[in-house]
Structures are given as C-alpha cells and as structure tokens.
C-alpha cells in the first residue's frame, strides 16, 4: 500500500508540443498529490527529438539528476509512457527511482481498488503494462509500482498465461454483473454520475441521497461503482456513481473501467459532472464528451452539472451555456440547487 510517510516526488514533463502543457502538466500533480507524493518541482520542457535509449538527450538527463537529487527526491515521474529499456536507463542515470504515468496511475488504482473485481482489473493492468517491457529489463529486475513493490514474473509465457487467467475471471464477474444490471433496469430506472475525476461526483451523490458516500478531493478517490436508491416525490431510481475519467487514460487501463462503461451506456439519464471553479474545465469537458460520442450515448439523456459555482457571476454562468444538454448549476457541498436538479432528474426520468 501507499506508504504513510510522504515520498518526495520531482515530476519531468518532457513533450513535443507545449500547447496544453499547463493542462497536462497539472493533471501529473494532481495525480501525484493523489498518490499521497510531496511533489517538489514540475519540469516543464520541450523535446525537439526522441531518444530511444532515454527518451530525451542524455545531457537534459543528467541536469534532471542533478536536480532531483539536489531537491531530496525519492522518485522521479516521467508523464510520458517510457519502454522497459528506457526505465532502466532512466534509473541507472538517475539513479534515484523512476516511474512513468502509466505506473502511477497503477498506484492509485491498486491503492483504491475494494472490489474483488475493481482488484482483479488492476492486476490485470500492471500485468498488461509489464508485458511489452520485458525485454528492457534485465534479467531478475521487477517493475515498481510503489504499492507494494508489486513483483512480476519475467516469463513471458507465464504472464500470459495469468493474464488469461484474469481475463476469464473477470469476463465470468462481468457477466454476473450484466445479469444483475438487466433485472435492475426491467425494474427500475437509473442515473449515473459521470464526468472528470475530482469533478465532486461523490459529494453529489450524498447530497442528492443524503447516505454518506466517502468523498476526497483527490483523483480517483473512488474507484467501485457504487449504487444507491433514490425515493424522490414518487419517482424511483437507482443513482449509480462511477469512477472519475481522465485525459490520456493509457489503454492498459481501459478494461478497468469496464464496469463504468456498462453502467454509463445503460442509465436512463447521465449527470455529467463539471468542477465549474476548475481553470480547464473545457478540456475536461472534451474528454467525457469523446466518450460520449465513442458509446453513442443520446445527449438528451445528459444532464450538465456545474458544481462548485458559488462564486460565479450570471454572466459567467451564461457563457457556460454552450453545450447541447440541459444544464443545472449547483453548490453539492452546500446543496445549493440541489433540488432544482432533482426536478431536472425526474422530468428526464418521466419522459422515457
């Protein structure tokens, strides 16, 4: 498990292009502060050219070294998907600890993780990542991910065979789970919180069921979707809250968020959730919204929530307004609007 003392983290954002890269810079210390890492510096930088032993020039390497080092780091991420070569290179330059965003993005999710599936799908993951970098690594090296120091077996047959061990595992749960969705929808209707990560999904969900819901202002505080039924002046409904997206989610990772597809495709109504305080918000937006499009889900069933809008002007809320989906403008901490979002939920609900 993540340690209770903080590790010091130095976070090397090398990219080819530096638009977005305040976006995409931030998104790796949000990440980081998730992981429960003190993060000491973000290196922001541009990479005219890759380098297939180190990703980038050997001498920016060693100015990295020297900082990281200089700074007391205990890991050195890189927001850039490394090789197995590249790791090790990367480690033994730097020689301090070096992960990639993949690997902590791992971390959260192994650290998170509660159900048998949600674990099961994580594992499924490191194993998935760890596979194509085997020939980059020596022989008896492990890959770190910090949870833990998870070891994996360096034999390629093995993996994969335990990968198709997880795999069936995990298609037998999700069909039990698709089972249990279908009698659930025959009886009741649905609505599923979506939105960005940290957006306040859970903090909705306990304002609109009024059952305590473990809500964190970190990236994936929640990984499980969790369902709680909603009796709300004579409309029934089931309000399913799933795990939060995230840009550039790697692919590894796509299969654990197999239960939050499902779920998502089937509500009757989805409450895309928005940090409206949130400077990127649109970007934020864009990338729910590819997923949208991606599942072919209906925008009239989407209802857009703002939340954190205490501090908004009118004027402001009315630039907002620029989606094709009803929008409602809430304070879920405080539970401002809530009950206009209610109306909202059940006039969608009634009209199916």
């Not at 306040?200 to 473990?214: C, D, E, F, P, R």
């Not at 209906?298 to 205490?310: C, E, G, M, Q, S």
């Amino acid at each position: 498990m993540i340690n209770d003392i903080k590790e010091k983290a130095y976070l090397v954002c090398p990219y080819l292009s530096l638009e977005d890269s305040d976006y995409r810079s931030k998104e790796l210390e949000l990440l980081a502060q998730s992981a429960l890492l003190d993060v000491l510096k973000v290196n922001v930088f541009l990479v005219k050219e890759l380098n297939a032993r180190t990703y980038f020039g050997i001498g920016k390497v060693q100015e990295i070294a020297a900082d990281a080092k200089n700074m007391g780091a205990d890991v050195v991420i890189f927001d850039c998907p490394l090789t197995g070569s590249q790791l090790r290179n990367l480690a033994e330059e730097i020689d301090i600890k070096v992960i990639d965003r993949t690997m902590l993005i791992l971390d959260i999710f192994a650290s998170r993780a509660k159900s048998n599936e949600g674990k099961l799908q994580v594992k499924l993951a490191q194993l998935k990542y760890s596979l194509p970098r085997l020939n980059g690594l020596n022989e008896g090296e492990e890959i770190n991910t910090r949870v833990g120091e998870t070891k994996f077996e360096l034999n390629r047959r093995k993996i994969k065979e335990e990968i198709a061990k997880l795999e069936r595992e995990c298609k037998e749960i999700a069909k039990h789970r698709q089972t249990n969705r279908k009698q659930r929808i025959s009886s009741i209707k649905s609505v599923a919180l979506v939105g960005y990560t940290n957006a306040g999904k859970s903090t909705l969900m306990n304002a609109i069921t009024k059952v305590g819901t473990y809500a964190d202002n970190r990236l994936f505080a929640t990984l499980d979707v969790l369902t709680k039924k909603v009796w709300d002046a004579g409309v029934e409904y089931v309000l399913i809250d799933t795990v939060g997206f995230v840009s550039n989610l790697p692919h590894e990772l796509m299969y654990a968020f197999s239960a939050t597809l499902e779920e998502t495709l089937d509500a009757n109504v989805l409450l895309m959730v928005v940090d409206a305080s949130d400077n990127h918000k649109y970007e934020q937006i864009e990338v729910v919204e590819q997923e949208f499009k991606r599942m072919s889900i209906d925008p009239n069933k989407v209802i857009l929530v703002y939340n954190k809008v205490d501090k908004m002007t009118t004027d402001e809320q009315q630039k907002l307004k620029k989606y094709p989906y009803t929008t409602c403008f809430i304070q879920a901490k405080s539970g401002k609007n809530i009950d206009e979002l209610k109306l909202l939920i059940r006039q969608k609900l009634e009209s199916f």
